[in-house]
Protein backbone atom coordinates (compact mmCIF):
# COMPACT_ATOMS: atom_id res chain seq x y z
CA UNK A 1 0.00 0.00 0.00
CA UNK A 2 1.84 3.55 -0.89
CA UNK A 3 1.96 5.99 1.63
CA UNK A 4 -0.75 8.42 0.07
CA UNK A 5 -3.32 5.50 0.71
CA UNK A 6 -1.96 5.12 4.40
CA UNK A 7 -2.44 8.83 5.34
CA UNK A 8 -5.89 9.17 3.03
CA UNK A 9 -8.45 10.19 6.44
CA UNK A 10 -11.11 7.86 7.00
CA UNK A 11 -13.29 10.72 7.21
CA UNK A 12 -12.86 11.78 3.75
CA UNK A 13 -13.47 8.40 2.50
CA UNK A 14 -17.35 8.25 4.70
CA UNK A 15 -17.94 11.92 3.19
CA UNK A 16 -17.04 10.51 -0.11
CA UNK A 17 -19.60 7.78 0.38
CA UNK A 18 -22.63 9.63 1.84
CA UNK A 19 -22.19 12.20 -1.32
CA UNK A 20 -22.63 9.34 -3.53
CA UNK A 21 -25.06 8.46 -1.48
CA UNK A 22 -27.30 11.69 -1.88
CA UNK A 23 -26.52 11.81 -5.71
CA UNK A 24 -27.63 8.23 -6.27
CA UNK A 25 -30.77 9.09 -4.49
CA UNK A 26 -31.52 12.34 -6.19
CA UNK A 27 -30.61 10.65 -9.59
CA UNK A 28 -33.82 8.06 -8.59
CA UNK A 29 -36.04 10.20 -7.34
CA UNK A 30 -35.67 12.52 -10.65
CA UNK A 31 -36.07 9.16 -12.75
CA UNK A 32 -39.11 8.17 -11.17
CA UNK A 33 -40.31 12.10 -11.48
CA UNK A 34 -39.70 11.90 -15.01
CA UNK A 35 -41.37 8.40 -15.54
CA UNK A 36 -44.85 9.44 -13.83
CA UNK A 37 -44.77 13.14 -15.71
CA UNK A 38 -44.63 10.68 -19.15
CA UNK A 39 -46.77 8.11 -18.54
CA UNK A 40 -49.74 10.66 -16.94
CA UNK A 41 -48.78 12.90 -19.70
CA UNK A 42 -48.86 11.01 -22.43
CA UNK A 43 -51.44 7.57 -22.25
CA UNK A 44 -51.35 5.17 -25.03
CA UNK A 45 -55.00 5.97 -26.48
CA UNK A 46 -54.27 9.68 -26.75
CA UNK A 47 -52.19 11.89 -29.11
CA UNK A 48 -48.69 13.72 -27.19
CA UNK A 49 -50.69 16.99 -26.01
CA UNK A 50 -48.66 20.34 -25.60
CA UNK A 51 -47.28 20.71 -22.33
CA UNK A 52 -49.36 23.31 -20.07
CA UNK A 53 -47.31 26.74 -18.81
CA UNK A 54 -46.39 25.81 -14.91
CA UNK A 55 -49.15 27.51 -12.91
CA UNK A 56 -47.71 28.97 -9.58
CA UNK A 57 -48.78 27.31 -6.40
CA UNK A 58 -51.69 28.31 -4.52
CA UNK A 59 -49.90 30.42 -1.60
CA UNK A 60 -52.70 31.39 0.10
CA UNK A 61 -54.02 34.96 1.71
CA UNK A 62 -50.37 34.62 3.77
CA UNK A 63 -48.68 35.45 0.18
CA UNK A 64 -50.44 39.02 0.70
CA UNK A 65 -49.19 40.06 4.27
CA UNK A 66 -46.02 43.17 4.41
CA UNK A 67 -43.31 42.59 5.93
CA UNK A 68 -44.17 44.00 9.24
CA UNK A 69 -46.77 41.32 9.65
CA UNK A 70 -44.77 37.96 9.07
CA UNK A 71 -42.52 39.56 11.34
CA UNK A 72 -45.35 39.49 13.68
CA UNK A 73 -46.17 36.30 12.95
CA UNK A 74 -43.18 34.50 12.65
CA UNK A 75 -42.55 36.28 16.75
CA UNK A 76 -45.95 34.53 17.65
CA UNK A 77 -45.05 31.35 15.96
CA UNK A 78 -41.69 31.43 17.30
CA UNK A 79 -43.23 32.23 20.96
CA UNK A 80 -45.18 29.19 20.90
CA UNK A 81 -41.90 26.73 20.35
CA UNK A 82 -39.95 28.82 23.14
CA UNK A 83 -43.16 28.33 25.30
CA UNK A 84 -43.76 24.16 24.88
CA UNK A 85 -40.18 23.22 24.06
CA UNK A 86 -41.00 20.94 21.22
CA UNK A 87 -38.45 17.88 21.26
CA UNK A 88 -36.08 18.13 17.84
CA UNK A 89 -37.01 21.52 16.77
CA UNK A 90 -35.95 22.39 13.67
CA UNK A 91 -35.80 25.88 12.54
CA UNK A 92 -35.48 26.82 8.38
CA UNK A 93 -34.88 30.32 8.05
CA UNK A 94 -34.44 31.92 4.92
CA UNK A 95 -36.84 33.56 2.08
CA UNK A 96 -39.58 32.38 -0.11
CA UNK A 97 -38.10 28.98 -1.19
CA UNK A 98 -37.52 28.27 2.59
CA UNK A 99 -41.36 29.90 3.30
CA UNK A 100 -42.99 27.99 1.06
CA UNK A 101 -41.59 24.51 1.91
CA UNK A 102 -44.43 21.94 2.00
CA UNK A 103 -45.32 20.91 5.09
CA UNK A 104 -46.14 17.75 3.95
CA UNK A 105 -43.20 17.08 2.27
CA UNK A 106 -40.44 18.19 5.65
CA UNK A 107 -39.31 15.08 7.63
CA UNK A 108 -41.69 13.82 9.82
CA UNK A 109 -39.18 12.77 12.44
CA UNK A 110 -38.78 16.22 13.75
CA UNK A 111 -40.74 19.29 14.54
CA UNK A 112 -40.37 22.18 12.40
CA UNK A 113 -40.55 26.20 12.84
CA UNK A 114 -40.60 27.76 9.53
CA UNK A 115 -39.26 31.50 9.46
CA UNK A 116 -38.93 32.42 5.92
CA UNK A 117 -39.97 35.53 4.29
CA UNK A 118 -40.80 35.87 1.20
CA UNK A 119 -38.24 38.48 -0.56
CA UNK A 120 -35.94 38.38 2.32
CA UNK A 121 -32.58 39.20 2.24
CA UNK A 122 -29.72 38.67 4.17
CA UNK A 123 -29.63 41.59 6.08
CA UNK A 124 -33.63 41.47 6.61
CA UNK A 125 -32.82 37.69 7.88
CA UNK A 126 -29.57 38.98 10.58
CA UNK A 127 -32.08 41.81 11.78
CA UNK A 128 -35.01 39.62 13.16
CA UNK A 129 -32.61 36.02 14.35
CA UNK A 130 -33.67 37.39 17.69
CA UNK A 131 -37.16 36.69 17.00
CA UNK A 132 -36.74 32.74 18.13
CA UNK A 133 -33.72 33.71 20.43
CA UNK A 134 -35.58 32.21 23.45
CA UNK A 135 -36.35 28.67 21.32
CA UNK A 136 -34.19 25.58 21.59
CA UNK A 137 -33.34 24.13 18.21
CA UNK A 138 -31.73 20.76 17.60
CA UNK A 139 -31.23 22.24 14.32
CA UNK A 140 -31.22 25.33 12.13
CA UNK A 141 -31.12 25.13 8.40
CA UNK A 142 -29.93 29.05 6.76
CA UNK A 143 -30.70 30.12 3.20
CA UNK A 144 -30.81 33.29 2.31
CA UNK A 145 -28.66 35.38 -0.71
CA UNK A 146 -30.87 34.95 -4.27
CA UNK A 147 -32.94 38.30 -3.40
CA UNK A 148 -30.05 40.34 -2.78
CA UNK A 149 -28.26 39.28 -5.44
CA UNK A 150 -31.21 40.60 -7.55
CA UNK A 151 -32.15 43.83 -5.96
CA UNK A 152 -27.93 44.08 -6.93
CA UNK A 153 -26.12 43.72 -3.68
CA UNK A 154 -22.43 43.30 -3.71
CA UNK A 155 -20.92 39.97 -3.03
CA UNK A 156 -18.87 41.27 -0.30
CA UNK A 157 -22.15 42.75 1.91
CA UNK A 158 -23.51 39.53 1.17
CA UNK A 159 -21.00 37.32 2.50
CA UNK A 160 -20.36 39.75 5.69
CA UNK A 161 -24.32 39.33 6.32
CA UNK A 162 -23.77 35.48 5.99
CA UNK A 163 -20.70 35.64 8.22
CA UNK A 164 -22.81 37.89 11.09
CA UNK A 165 -25.80 35.10 10.70
CA UNK A 166 -23.88 32.45 11.33
CA UNK A 167 -21.70 33.77 14.15
CA UNK A 168 -24.96 35.16 16.27
CA UNK A 169 -26.38 31.63 15.47
CA UNK A 170 -23.75 29.79 17.28
CA UNK A 171 -23.17 32.18 19.76
CA UNK A 172 -27.28 31.89 20.66
CA UNK A 173 -27.89 28.53 19.92
CA UNK A 174 -24.43 26.92 21.35
CA UNK A 175 -26.53 23.82 21.62
CA UNK A 176 -27.52 23.47 18.13
CA UNK A 177 -26.23 22.17 14.54
CA UNK A 178 -26.03 24.61 12.18
CA UNK A 179 -26.42 24.15 8.22
CA UNK A 180 -25.70 27.35 5.83
CA UNK A 181 -27.26 25.86 2.44
CA UNK A 182 -26.18 26.99 -0.79
CA UNK A 183 -27.61 29.75 -3.04
CA UNK A 184 -29.62 27.34 -5.71
CA UNK A 185 -29.08 28.16 -9.59
CA UNK A 186 -32.05 30.11 -11.78
CA UNK A 187 -33.80 28.95 -14.32
CA UNK A 188 -31.60 31.36 -16.99
CA UNK A 189 -33.73 31.88 -20.51
CA UNK A 190 -36.62 29.28 -20.03
CA UNK A 191 -37.16 31.41 -16.59
CA UNK A 192 -41.06 32.49 -16.85
CA UNK A 193 -40.67 34.56 -12.75
CA UNK A 194 -41.97 37.81 -13.14
CA UNK A 195 -38.23 39.49 -12.63
CA UNK A 196 -36.82 37.25 -15.70
CA UNK A 197 -34.79 39.92 -16.45
CA UNK A 198 -33.05 40.68 -13.25
CA UNK A 199 -32.23 36.87 -13.05
CA UNK A 200 -31.24 36.71 -16.44
CA UNK A 201 -28.71 39.65 -15.23
CA UNK A 202 -26.97 37.21 -12.73
CA UNK A 203 -25.20 34.45 -14.11
CA UNK A 204 -25.40 31.09 -12.57
CA UNK A 205 -21.66 30.92 -12.29
CA UNK A 206 -21.88 34.22 -9.92
CA UNK A 207 -23.89 32.03 -8.09
CA UNK A 208 -21.78 29.02 -7.52
CA UNK A 209 -18.39 31.19 -7.19
CA UNK A 210 -20.52 33.01 -4.61
CA UNK A 211 -21.12 29.48 -2.81
CA UNK A 212 -17.93 28.82 -2.80
CA UNK A 213 -16.86 31.54 -0.78
CA UNK A 214 -19.64 30.69 1.68
CA UNK A 215 -18.48 27.05 2.39
CA UNK A 216 -15.18 28.57 3.14
CA UNK A 217 -17.34 30.89 5.23
CA UNK A 218 -18.93 27.94 6.81
CA UNK A 219 -15.52 26.07 7.57
CA UNK A 220 -14.44 29.60 9.68
CA UNK A 221 -17.16 29.93 11.39
CA UNK A 222 -17.24 25.81 12.69
CA UNK A 223 -20.68 25.08 10.98
CA UNK A 224 -22.17 22.76 7.93
CA UNK A 225 -22.28 23.81 4.63
CA UNK A 226 -25.35 21.92 2.51
CA UNK A 227 -24.05 21.95 -1.12
CA UNK A 228 -27.93 21.83 -2.78
CA UNK A 229 -26.92 24.24 -5.68
CA UNK A 230 -25.05 20.83 -7.10
CA UNK A 231 -28.37 18.97 -6.82
CA UNK A 232 -30.75 21.11 -8.50
CA UNK A 233 -28.37 22.67 -11.56
CA UNK A 234 -28.66 20.71 -15.00
CA UNK A 235 -25.95 20.65 -17.78
CA UNK A 236 -26.52 23.66 -18.96
CA UNK A 237 -25.77 25.64 -15.58
CA UNK A 238 -29.15 26.50 -15.07
CA UNK A 239 -31.91 25.22 -12.20
CA UNK A 240 -33.36 22.16 -13.70
CA UNK A 241 -36.82 22.64 -15.38
CA UNK A 242 -38.35 19.52 -13.79
CA UNK A 243 -37.85 20.90 -10.26
CA UNK A 244 -39.16 24.85 -10.60
CA UNK A 245 -42.22 26.69 -11.22
CA UNK A 246 -40.84 29.83 -12.69
CA UNK A 247 -37.06 29.33 -12.87
CA UNK A 248 -37.14 30.49 -9.34
CA UNK A 249 -38.98 28.78 -6.88
CA UNK A 250 -39.28 25.22 -6.51
CA UNK A 251 -42.03 22.76 -7.06
CA UNK A 252 -42.94 19.62 -5.27
CA UNK A 253 -40.25 17.63 -7.07
CA UNK A 254 -37.40 20.39 -5.97
CA UNK A 255 -38.83 20.25 -2.37
CA UNK A 256 -38.83 16.27 -2.68
CA UNK A 257 -35.08 16.54 -3.63
CA UNK A 258 -34.41 19.10 -0.87
CA UNK A 259 -35.80 16.91 1.60
CA UNK A 260 -33.22 13.67 0.46
CA UNK A 261 -30.48 16.28 0.85
CA UNK A 262 -31.87 17.04 4.69
CA UNK A 263 -32.69 13.76 5.73
CA UNK A 264 -29.25 12.40 4.30
CA UNK A 265 -27.43 15.10 5.37
CA UNK A 266 -28.88 14.79 9.40
CA UNK A 267 -28.10 11.56 9.05
CA UNK A 268 -24.49 11.46 8.45
CA UNK A 269 -23.62 14.19 11.31
CA UNK A 270 -25.67 11.87 13.87
CA UNK A 271 -28.27 14.92 14.94
CA UNK A 272 -31.37 13.02 13.50
CA UNK A 273 -33.08 9.86 14.98
CA UNK A 274 -33.33 7.52 11.63
CA UNK A 275 -36.91 6.06 12.59
CA UNK A 276 -39.65 8.11 11.24
CA UNK A 277 -42.47 9.23 13.35
CA UNK A 278 -45.26 11.87 12.67
CA UNK A 279 -45.17 15.07 14.90
CA UNK A 280 -48.11 16.32 16.71
CA UNK A 281 -46.24 20.19 16.80
CA UNK A 282 -47.82 22.22 14.58
CA UNK A 283 -45.10 23.76 12.35
CA UNK A 284 -44.55 27.39 11.41
CA UNK A 285 -47.16 27.32 8.20
CA UNK A 286 -49.65 25.97 10.30
CA UNK A 287 -49.66 27.61 13.91
CA UNK A 288 -52.06 30.16 12.95
CA UNK A 289 -54.93 31.14 10.82
CA UNK A 290 -54.87 34.30 8.80
CA UNK A 291 -58.61 35.94 9.34
CA UNK A 292 -59.09 37.57 5.84
Known amino acids: MSTTAKTFPVWAFFLLATNGILMLAVILLLWQQQRLTAFSSNPPSQLPEKQPQAVKPE ?4 HQLNYQQWLEILEQEAKIAADQRPPKLTILAGDSL ?5 VELLPKDRNWLNQGISGETSNGLLKRLNLFDNTQPETIFVMIGINDLIRGVSEQ ?3 DNQRQI ?3 LRRTHPQAKIFVQSILPHGGETATWEGREKLLAIPNSRIQQLNEQLKSIAAKQGVEYLD ?4 FVNQQGNLRQELTTD ?9 LVWR ?3 QIYQQRIGTGDKSIQNSKYPTGRQAYKIQN
Do not use: E, K
Open 59 to 62: LGPR
Open 98 to 102: SLWFP
Open 157 to 159: VIL
Open 166 to 168: LSY
Open 228 to 231: LYSL
Open 247 to 255: GLHLNPAGY
Open 260 to 262: TAL
